[in-house]
């Protein structure tokens, strides 16, 4: 949507550069309004828009026609109106600040609670603005150009638009391209040394990247003009070229855009709560879990007896103002707090399990990692592996009767997992930047906190399965062979280490009718790996 408003941008001011007419004029204040309410940085080509706008009207410029300006520019602002009207009368869970006053709906439009200005809610140094720009115009020149973007991207800046009123139009929209970069680029604190986030911050660039594939179809179709006028043949070499690159381009690409069969989020969706049993209290961490799980909810009725809440805005103050609209939970606060700052109003999140864990029978889960460390916590309750969340139980009940009955009820429910997410999302199709990597990064982070519970199970039991210790490698096996040597911990290594140790002192044997217990590289050159 936003680069249909950035295109509507640069349409509506070569409009307005070629007729000078103030109803293009009024159009484009209307479009940088009605734009803003989809995404803020397009006011980072606004600002120059309107500058060169101004300055060209400036011999006519008087107060009714700014007058006129900022009428259609609020006019434009209007869809923001339905924020306030939507939160008094129809408030839903889930909803993102307090708007129903102009204080609260000033500080959500200016995005208060990350930083005006800011993407991302952290302090820590990240890559300076130098860096920033050579990854932009790599990915922007070689990736998605192929080279021959810039060059005619150039030609395009050097040949003006014909039947243009005001000359300075192809310079207005360069100054407005070069603006964005910059600001944007000293703006922007997202850590980029992190793949994931570096994909976030790679989507602001699809706004600039208009503007230089527009140059560059103008500097297409000045270099097929003057070939037409040299030559026939050369005209229709170079059609026939600028036909290949599109298809070569498409051809390269097709594995990227083509998902037609991009089931992976919705699936992981159902995979995370189709397996809680009815009435379960879930609290999310994860973006991801959270976007996926009230889209299945809101939008496809999915198992709504399901109360799903989102811990990082359970932070803020405003979420005082959100507890009625969960009246099966009780707050013993106004917002969630770490466990030292009750005296400002707030709650950690262990009165919150306390004041809970006997509303929900289903129990009460967790998605994602905790948003501060609080030992008074796990204290009093520990988190126990169920299916891709981990279930809250109190510290003092013992979590199974029977070991073995656990590990059957957890192989039920990792089937009932796989059965809506069958397949992960490979590395070949989607790499660490993509919200797809994370789903299969999580399965398997998951897979890992399961073998990691039953080992400690199955070493304090009095007589250690073999079969089970075996399972337990798997995992810790494919985190060690796939996740990069920096994610490596001293855990992972010493339960791995230490599920081997019990498997080679254990007395039993493997059954020789049972498939080979190991990952396919362990024990490879060994004559008989089942001993």
Not at 176 to 198: I, K
Not at 246 to 269: D, E, F, L, R
Not at 274 to 302: H, K, M, S
Request: contains cysteine; aromatic residues 14%; proline residues 6%.
């Amino acid at each position: 949507m936003n680069n249909l408003f950035a295109a509507w941008l640069i349409f509506v001011l070569l409009r307005y550069a070629q007729s000078g007419s103030m109803n293009h004029a009024n159009l484009g204040a209307f479009v940088c309004g009605l734009a803003l309410c989809n995404q803020h940085t397009i006011v980072l080509f606004e600002i120059p828009i309107i500058a060169w706008v101004l300055w060209t009207q400036r011999h006519a410029l008087r107060v009714k026609m700014l007058s006129k300006f900022t009428f259609y520019f609020t006019l434009g602002l209007l869809p923001y109106i339905y924020m306030p009207i939507v939160s008094t009368w129809n408030p839903q869970p889930g909803s993102w600040g307090d708007v129903t006053s102009v204080a609260g709906l000033f500080h959500h439009l200016r995005r208060g609670d990350y930083g005006t200005f800011r993407l991302f809610s952290s302090d820590r140094d990240t890559e300076p603005l130098s860096t920033r720009l050579v990854l932009y115009l790599n990915d922007a020149i070689g990736r998605q150009g192929g080279y021959l973007l810039g060059p005619l991207a150039l030609v395009g800046v050097l040949n003006p638009p014909r039947r243009v009123r005001f000359e300075g139009f192809r310079w207005a929209v360069v100054c407005m391209y070069l603006f964005y970069l910059v600001v944007f680029h000293a703006l922007s604190n997202m850590p980029l040394s992190e793949g994931l986030l570096y994909g976030v911050h790679m989507r602001f660039w699809q706004q600039p990247n208009i503007v230089l594939f527009v140059w560059g179809g103008v500097g297409l179709n000045a270099v097929l003009h003057r070939a037409n006028e040299a030559s026939g043949v050369l005209s229709r070499l170079g059609v026939v070229l600028s036909i290949a690159c599109t298809v070569g381009q498409g051809v390269q690409w097709h594995h990227v855009g083509n998902q037609s069969q991009a089931w992976y989020i919705h699936n992981y969706a159902k995979a995370l709560v189709d397996p809680l049993p009815r009435n379960a209290l879930v609290f999310v961490n994860y973006d991801l879990q959270w976007t996926a799980i009230r889209y299945l909810q809101r939008c496809e009725g999915f198992r709504p007896d399901v109360t799903v809440l989102n811990l990082s805005m359970m932070t803020y103050k405003w979420f005082g103002t959100k507890h009625a609209l969960y009246p099966s939970m009780s707050f013993p606060g106004d917002r969630l707090v770490p466990a030292s700052n009750h005296q400002d109003g707030g709650f950690s999140l262990r009165d919150l399990v306390r004041v809970n864990i006997d509303k929900f029978p289903g129990g009460i889960y967790l998605g994602g990692q905790l948003n501060f460390p609080d030992p008074t916590f796990h204290d009093h309750f520990i988190t126990v592996p169920y299916g891709l969340l981990d279930k809250f139980h109190p510290a003092s009940k013992p979590v199974y009767k029977s070991l073995k009955k656990w590990h059957r009820q957890n192989a039920k429910r990792m089937a009932h997992v796989r059965a809506h997410l069958p397949v992960v999302p490979s590395n070949a199709d989607y790499n660490d930047e993509t919200w797809e990597w994370t789903v299969a990064r999580d399965y398997h982070m998951k897979q890992l906190g399961v073998a990691t519970f039953l080992l400690d199970e199955t070493i304090k039991s009095d007589k250690a399965n073999i079969t089970w210790l075996a399972e337990c490698t798997r995992p810790l096996e494919h985190s060690l062979r796939h996740e990069p040597r920096q994610f490596w911990s001293e855990s992972l290594l010493k339960n791995l280490g230490l599920a081997y140790a019990y498997i080679v002192r254990s007395p039993d044997d493997f059954a020789p009718t049972d498939p080979d217990p190991f990952e396919p590289h362990v024990g490879q050159g060994v004559a008989d790996k089942a001993r």
